[in-house]
């Protein structure tokens, strides 16, 4: 959405993004965006809590009249009181987790380059390119 959102403000029309991606959304340098930390495909927040998904949307649109730059406005609201949900998204609290209920936030961050999972992967994308980088594993210089 982010790489939309960007090419919508070329065309000059303002956007905005919800996103529970943080790094995703930089990297795609999306125009504004606020951030909610909560599983993925619930940036909005639980079904049952209209109120806080009225609070998300309505910070975002209010960045279109407030922000010009690239600009992500983190947002207060928590998924629940703790951050033990994350157990049940990241594998067993993360590969960093040292103590029993410990959850560690172990999402990968970004970088310009491709990254593969493994040296296997890495060569199979060189192959399939026969030396040449497409504009998509490059990635979109904006």
Request: with cysteine; charged share 30%.
């Amino acid at each position: 959405m982010g790489l939309i959102a960007h090419q919508l403000e070329i065309a000059g029309i303002s956007t905005t993004s919800v996103t529970s991606a943080r790094d995703i959304t930089r990297a795609a340098k999306t125009p504004r965006a606020v951030f909610s930390d909560f599983p993925l495909g619930h940036t909005t927040g639980k079904v049952e809590d209209p109120n806080v998904s009225y609070l998300i949307v309505s910070e975002a649109m209010s960045l279109v009249e407030r922000e010009t730059e690239e600009h992500i406005v983190d947002l207060p609201h928590k998924w629940e009181t703790t951050d033990v949900w994350k157990d049940f998204v990241f594998p067993a609290g993360g590969p960093l987790k040292t103590q029993p209920g410990e959850v560690v936030d172990d999402r990968l961050e970004r970088w310009g380059e491709p990254q593969y999972q493994t040296e296997e992967d890495a060569d199979k994308a060189a192959r399939m390119h026969e030396g040449e980088t497409c504009r998509i594993c490059q990635g979109i210089d904006f």
